[in-house]
């Protein structure tokens, strides 16, 4: 395996023959740019040079300049994105200023009203720290997203905290405006728009056929209902005519969802049927959580589907008015059209086509409890009596008294106390995704049936990744806010690794390991100080563990950054001590077998392409070759300062760091680790091009006559240090530092590593193929969420991209 030191020489060497114009041109850079205040150590977080008054941000090459592109604020950069954060940008991409939003607080997103739509793709078992593990396998991600920022995943279902997140202003929708009276606030409750303030009879409700298309429910003749059964229906009916609830319970089978319980009231709310079906394919979920159907209760059942069909038709007279909540998926379930229905979740209507539960109106205006959780399940007898109730109660007041009498306590609308001469306010709220739909934008959910708050008919459920992701592509039209939930590999992680934390562990000691090197052997005596203090000048050590011998004294040191462990072999590997030549070397172990390809991989990151990283070093001739050597006499030789002669390095400063660089080309930011603290002695370059970091690579050992120690940025700008180590809360004020792990700890065979190798490349490529097939000009966002809990406290990762017309790595 060829070694980094022999790597980064050939680099250098090829770029040498290429850079004496550069040079040139840098060195008139530099003469014409302006001295800046030294600042203090405690200003040196975040050093750069502010183009305007306003905060300049981190900005990544590549789409051209009139594109719409994310630049996340450099202080933010390095914070772990909150959810409620990443809402900020999804609705500003959405909505835009002209909504009456502003840009979220952490970023910028240029030229956002030429975005088209918004995809997320939900990856569930993928933590920050595993998916760099696997770096190499994951070569659609870490090329076509250009931001990329720890994510802290919520303890809540992600997409349906997306789609639930609360618009604060929206200005293209106006709420209710101030009324006199009660009345004249009622004529604005969508209730009221749509059925009016006038009592009517049950004719009234009924769902037209266009209302049917549109709430997805099977209507005759059109595509995909061509083996549905048509119930014994006469072309119209009355006032009169009966009504009849209906609720349908399903499982999950190799084909998709099937019917397992139907259940029919007639308008006295008598039940005239109740049948138990036998799914046609094998169950794979009983979801005995949302139908309490067990194994046991069908095992001796042998009704079929074409039965419970013919009975139903048998059932239902000619005139009869079907009554249920959301009743288009009991219909799909069964398989049945009928043309004439009441639908209870668009009967009492909420702002912005939002819907109640069942749940929620049976509490509320029946005063009754269903679906307890005391109960396993839902009772489909008790679900269709609460439905026709709620009908027959809304039927019987009329749209306005039901307004009137729970316009509070279930619209959530409050009549603010005024002074006399004042009006009253009704104050709603405004969910994103029923923003979305008010103004004509499709939205959908792909993935595995989950509690989403989105209404059943924007959700598409299947068995597995593939016929999700196979399902999408084929969408000629993709939706303008699509979110996608791929959940196959974390179920391929609960199998192989049950103990959640053993594999963090194990994932944690690999990428530790790429960290450490050898040292050895020292000279007797020579203690752990002396070689953190002889180490330290390549970058921030983290662990020093001390390997003595009965002969000889030798040091495993592990940095805090892959660029001090590069450094140390490349400078400090033959270096003698105290007359007695020391070795630096790699451990040879599973995690640096491929070390070089990794390395390679992390200098080439399109984050990392213009950045740098330096070290302000003691001099090695007088540090470490055990010579005592008078400081001041030295420093009067060598023209520098007895404080840098005697190792005690001067920190950085902003202006300093760009007296040494700038000659090589603009520098437009220096990022101080924030672990340095006040003992500032590293720090990252970035470049406004990649022309300049190449110069300076080339000019290493000029530099390293300046007491720098330079190498190509390795660490993503984003990671604090290489193994993430410290996660946020959600709201991003609390910080907590997790158990550090050990190096020793036990790993899975061999064979379950490579499997989830092959896992986390197929799940690379198939990201890779919704990410080509979504409409230009489309915001990407990827979330790795790992288990989806903040329990856990592994911090999962957000990568951002506007997919431009011409997709291309921005190398």
């Given at each position: 395996m060829e070694s980094t030191k022999t790597r980064k020489m050939a680099f250098c060497n090829k770029l040498n023959t290429n850079n004496t114009l550069d040079m040139e041109s840098s060195s008139s850079i530099q003469c014409s740019s302006k001295k800046r205040q030294i600042q203090t150590p405690a200003a040196q977080k975040?050093?750069?040079?502010?183009?305007?008054?306003?905060?300049?941000?981190?900005?990544?090459?590549?789409?051209?300049?009139?594109s719409p592109r994310v630049s996340v604020r450099s202080h933010h950069l390095q914070q772990p994105l909150s959810l409620s954060q990443l809402a900020e940008l999804i609705h500003f991409a959405a909505l835009g200023k002209s909504a009456g939003l502003q840009q979220p607080s952490w970023c910028r997103l240029r030229h956002h009203k030429k975005v088209t739509g918004v995809n997320i793709v939900i990856v569930e078992g993928v933590t920050q720290n595993l998916f760099y593990k696997n770096y190499l396998m994951m070569k659609h991600l870490r090329t076509s997203y250009s931001t990329r920022m720890t994510f802290a995943s919520p303890p809540n279902n992600v997409a349906s905290g997306i789609f639930s997140s609360e618009v604060p202003k929206v200005d293209l929708i106006s709420a209710p405006r101030p009324n006199d009276k009660l009345k004249k606030a009622l004529k604005n409750h969508p209730v009221v728009t749509k059925f009016g303030m006038e009592k009517k009879g049950l004719t009234a409700y009924l769902l037209t056929q266009e209302e049917r298309i549109k709430s997805h429910y099977p209507v005759k003749g059109f595509v995909g209902f061509e083996d549905f059964l048509c119930t014994d229906s006469v072309d119209c009916v009355s006032d009169c005519s009966p009504l009849y609830g209906l609720d349908c319970e399903m499982c999950l089978t190799e084909k998709g969802y099937e019917l397992t319980r139907v259940s029919l009231v007639d308008s006295c709310g008598k039940c005239i049927m109740d049948e138990l079906v036998k799914p046609q394919n094998r169950v794979l979920n009983y979801l005995t959580k949302f139908s309490g159907i067990t194994a046991a209760m069908l095992r001796p059942i042998t009704t079929t589907l074409r039965e419970v069909q013919h009975k139903l038709r048998e059932l239902l007279p000619g005139d009869a008015v079907l009554v249920g909540h959301s009743l288009n998926n009991d219909l799909a379930a069964l398989k049945v059209i009928h043309p004439h229905v009441i639908d209870t979740s668009l009967l009492y209507k909420r702002e912005l086509g939002q819907k109640f539960k069942l749940k929620v109106l049976a509490e509320t205006i029946l005063d009754k409890k269903i679906q307890t959780e005391e109960?396993?399940?839902?009772?489909?007898?008790?679900?269709?009596?609460?439905?026709?109730?709620?009908?027959?109660?809304?039927?019987?007041?009329?749209?306005?008294?039901?307004?009137?009498?729970?316009?509070?306590?279930?619209?959530?609308?409050?009549?603010?106390?005024?002074?006399?001469?004042?009006?009253?306010?009704?104050?709603?709220?405004?969910?994103?995704?029923?923003?979305?739909?008010?103004?004509?934008?499709?939205?959908?959910?792909?993935?595995?049936?989950?509690?989403?708050?989105?209404?059943?008919?924007?959700?598409?459920?299947?068995?597995?990744?593939?016929?999700?992701?196979?399902?999408?592509?084929?969408?000629?039209?993709?939706?303008?806010?699509?979110?996608?939930?791929?959940?196959?590999?974390?179920?391929?992680?609960?199998?192989?690794?049950?103990?959640?934390?053993?594999?963090?562990?194990?994932?944690?000691?690999?990428?530790?390991?790429?960290?450490?090197?050898?040292?050895?052997?020292?000279?007797?005596?020579?203690?752990?100080?002396?070689?953190?203090?002889?180490?330290?000048?390549?970058?921030?050590?983290?662990?020093?563990?001390?390997?003595?011998?009965?002969?000889?004294?030798?040091?495993?040191?592990?940095?805090?950054?892959?660029?001090?462990?590069?450094?140390?072999?490349?400078?400090?590997?033959?270096?003698?001590?105290?007359?007695?030549?020391?070795?630096?070397?790699?451990?040879?172990?599973?995690?640096?077998?491929?070390l070089d390809l990794h390395l390679d991989a992390l200098e080439g990151d399109p984050l990392s392409s213009r950045v740098l990283y330096a070290v302000l070093s003691r001099s090695t001739s007088t540090q470490l070759n055990g010579h005592s050597l008078n400081g001041k006499r030295l420093a009067a030789e060598n023209g520098v300062s007895a404080a840098k002669i005697n190792g005690q390095s001067p920190l950085m400063s902003e202006e300093s760091v760009r007296d040494s660089f700038s000659r090589f080309g603009a520098v437009k930011s220096i990022t101080v680790p924030e672990k340095s603290g006040k003992c500032a002695k590293h720090a990252f370059i970035k470049f406004g091009s990649p022309e300049g970091k190449e110069a300076a690579v080339s000019s290493s050992e000029d530099l390293q006559q300046d007491n720098y120690l330079i190498c190509p940025s390795l660490t993503p700008p984003h990671l604090v240090t290489w193994v993430a180590a410290t996660t946020t809360s959600a709201e991003g004020t609390d910080e907590k530092i997790l158990n550090i792990c050990p190096q020793e700890t036990p790993t899975k065979p061999v064979e379950e590593n490579q499997g989830t190798d092959v896992m986390m490349k197929k799940l690379d490529r198939q990201l890779g193929k919704v990410f080509r097939s979504l409409p230009d000009v489309t915001l990407s966002v990827v979330l790795l969420v790992g288990a989806g809990s903040m329990e856990s406290e592994h911090p999962g990762l957000c990568l951002l991209e506007v997919k431009q017309t011409k997709t291309k790595c921005f190398l």
């Open positions: 975040m050093v750069k040079r502010p183009k305007t008054e306003l905060e300049e941000d981190v900005m990544q090459p590549g789409p051209p300049p009139a109960r396993e399940g839902h009772d489909p007898i008790e679900d269709a009596a609460a439905a026709l109730e709620l009908a027959q109660y809304f039927i019987e007041r009329g749209p306005c008294q039901v307004v009137e009498l729970h316009l509070e306590d279930l619209w959530g609308y409050k009549l603010e106390e005024e002074p006399p001469d004042c009006t009253s306010i009704l104050t709603p709220s405004f969910r994103f995704a029923d923003v979305l739909q008010t103004l004509g934008r499709s939205v959908t959910f792909l993935g595995k049936r989950a509690d989403i708050s989105l209404d059943l008919s924007h959700q598409q459920w299947f068995i597995s990744d593939k016929e999700m992701l196979a399902s999408f592509k084929r969408q000629t039209k993709k939706p303008f806010l699509s979110v996608l939930q791929f959940s196959s590999f974390l179920d391929h992680m609960k199998r192989c690794f049950p103990d959640q934390q053993q594999l963090h562990r194990s994932v944690c000691a690999h990428l530790r390991g790429m960290c450490v090197v050898f040292a050895g052997p020292f000279p007797a005596g020579f203690s752990e100080k002396k070689v953190k203090r002889l180490f330290g000048r390549c970058g921030a050590v983290r662990r020093i563990q001390m390997l003595n011998t009965s002969v000889r004294v030798h040091a495993e040191v592990e940095y805090e950054l892959l660029e001090g462990a590069v450094l140390a072999l490349r400078t400090l590997n033959g270096l003698n001590v105290k007359g007695q030549p020391i070795k630096v070397q790699r451990p040879l172990s599973e995690s640096t077998l491929d």
